[in-house]
């Protein structure tokens, strides 16, 4: 089988199915974190209080299906087709939201998917990333303070804005930790290649792995209980992942991108549809917030809006 037959026959469905699969487990977690009682950021009780609901076991062993399909698809076709496919998790899980809350999709909720969604695809088809190592750079620590320093305003600001921006605010400190876990991951796994299974126990990064991933998944669950919307958060989430992951890979592992005025224009056109769809799900997602806890009185049902 050719390369571009792998792609289209292997890597798009791999990538799809998986997309609906991590679409699916985040509304079922989304309304899982509503079941339990409402916990502080970071406190492990939360996954101690959904880890009684089988419903949300189910939706771990959703995620673990989905991940082993990022890695099928990863394996037949390039990172700049697969991870754009896998960001159309946020309309999978739109839709089912919707179908599990039995209302409508709201279509400008639709709208901010989209658009995160196109400008990731044409920030990454433009930046292209090649090369490089799996070895950490020096490098590796300006970035390293950086991201950390991001990820604790974040969680400030989430300690200090209600409703929608602390949805977002958690989202991107999830964003953040997710693309930092997936660039020790793949030190890791180069050390496994190279070394056995017995190297990784050897280096300290396995060890920052199962602190940090963790709490990555536990922020993501944070967000989810905070949001009455399951899309501006996972839209966030997703979006996030893989850009941190381009910067990790410039800065940490050597690889490196178009960097032409052309390039470095489409890629700021590219950004700012990202920031619009960000921007439109957070108000849509404030507006619907309100109008959702005004309709949870009994009336209006068919009127009410989800995404």
């Not at 998790?89 to 995160?116: E, K, M, N, P």
């Not at 944070?222 to 399951?230: E, H, T, V």
């Not at 052309?262 to 990202?274: F, H, K, M, P, W």
Request: hydrophobic share 55%.
């Amino acid at each position: 089988m050719s390369a571009a037959g792998a792609w289209f026959t292997v890597a798009v469905p791999a990538a799809l199915v998986g997309a609906a699969s991590f679409g699916m487990a985040s509304a079922v977690q989304q309304r899982a974190t509503k079941q339990v009682p409402n916990i502080r950021t970071l406190n492990p009780r939360l996954l101690f209080e959904l880890v009684r609901k089988p419903v949300w076991l189910a939706s771990v062993g959703t995620v673990i299906v989905g991940l082993s399909l990022q890695v099928v698809a990863l394996a037949y076709g390039p990172l700049m087709l697969v991870q754009p496919l896998l960001v159309t998790s946020v309309l999978f899980a739109a839709v089912h939201a919707a179908w599990l809350a039995h209302r409508r999709l709201d279509r400008l909720v639709v709208l901010g998917a989209l658009a995160c969604m196109g400008g990731l695809s044409a920030f990454l088809l433009l930046a292209r990333p090649k090369g490089g190592t799996e070895t950490l750079d020096p490098r590796a620590v300006p970035l390293a303070v950086l991201l950390g320093a991001l990820t604790v305003a974040c969680l400030l600001a989430a300690s200090h804005f209600p409703g929608e921006i602390r949805v977002i605010a958690l989202a991107l400190a999830t964003g953040v930790i997710y693309g930092v876990t997936a660039a020790l991951m793949k030190v890791v796994a180069d050390q496994f290649r190279t070394g056995g299974i017995a190297a990784p126990f050897q280096h300290w990064v396995l060890y920052a792995v199962c602190l940090v991933g963790p709490c990555g998944f536990l922020l993501s669950q944070n967000a989810f209980q905070q949001g009455k919307l399951i899309s501006p958060a996972l839209a966030v989430i997703t979006t996030v992942d893989p850009l941190v992951g381009v910067a990790i890979g410039i800065n940490w592992f050597g690889e490196s991108v178009n960097s032409t005025p052309a390039v470095l224009g489409g890629e700021a056109v590219a950004a700012l549809a990202i920031v619009g769809g960000i921007v439109l799900l957070t108000h849509r997602g404030e507006t619907l917030r309100r109008v959702l806890e005004r309709a949870d009185s009994p009336g209006d049902e068919n009127d009410r809006t989800w995404g």
